[in-house]
């Protein structure tokens, strides 16, 4: 198992070399087959995955739901320091490391969030976002089948993220143990979107580019540290020909 999957992620790792660093007017190239993902994972989504999330979220108790999350939460800020690091935000690496040891001692192995208490907030920060600080591209846009959303540069980092998350090393000594605990972990994000997906419902009139606009805008955001350049507009674009009417067309009737 482990062997498969680094052998898929040097694939993808070479895909980011060869697409990483271009830069496109349009981010969804893959559009057609995207969206045919994005239907598959959407039915399998409403048929298996969201009931269950939904009675989860209903059987369990508030508290101990909000205990599982937190848990999860403070296992992700391993990765997190380790990114702060990679990029070289040392202040904000020390924060993180504080967070991470005051919530696994006081807040119980992370199931209570006593750092957020103390001023000490919680902190994004992936393997996608180092390679973007390091100046790695993008590359287009792409819906990956069960996981959903991504780029070629997010799915690189997600796959060398596995190597940073202590549920990957758990495997080593029982994989039932490990996929239970990535089952937990995953089902318990899924439950964290069902309240926005009323939201969504309601907003989107194609859910799929509400998604992936969204998606993108987020990760950018993310990238930037909340300081996203504002976006040059080329005068070119604004008074592209084809965006007007030709001369031709407005004598048709004379023709």
Not at 103 to 129: F, M, R, T
Not at 168 to 194: C, F, H, M, P
Not at 226 to 236: F, L
Request: glycine share 8%.
């Amino acid at each position: 198992m482990p062997q498969i999957i680094k052998a898929v992620f040097g694939v993808l790792i070479i895909l980011s070399g060869m697409t990483g660093c271009a830069t496109t007017k349009d981010p969804d190239p893959f559009e057609t087959v995207n969206r045919r993902i994005f239907a598959f994972n959407e039915g399998l989504d409403q048929s298996f995955v969201k009931p269950i999330a939904q009675g989860y979220d209903s059987i369990l108790p508030g508290p101990l739901t909000l205990g599982i999350h937190n848990f999860f939460s403070n296992l992700n800020d391993i990765g997190v320091v380790a990114n702060d690091l990679l990029q070289l935000k040392f202040k904000q690496a020390a924060f993180d490391t504080g967070r991470f040891l005051i919530n696994s001692s006081i807040g119980l192995l992370g199931l209570v969030d006593v750092a957020s208490e103390l001023n000490l907030p919680k902190h994004e920060e992936d393997l996608s976002q180092t390679l973007a600080y390091w100046g790695v591209g993008n590359g287009p846009y792409m819906i990956l089948p069960f996981f959903g959303s991504s780029t070629v540069r997010d799915t690189v980092g997600w796959g060398m993220d596995t190597f940073l998350d202590p549920l990957y090393y758990a495997g080593a000594e029982s994989e039932t143990e490990a996929l239970t605990a990535y089952g937990i972990k995953n089902l318990d994000t899924r439950a964290q979107l069902l309240s926005a997906e009323k939201i969504l419902q309601s907003a989107a009139l194609d859910k799929y580019s509400y998604l992936r606009d969204a998606y993108l805008s987020r990760r950018e955001y993310l990238v930037y540290d909340g300081q996203v350049p504002e976006k040059e507009v080329d005068d070119e674009d604004l008074f592209d020909d084809d965006d007007l009417f030709e001369e031709d067309d407005l004598f048709d009737d004379e023709q």
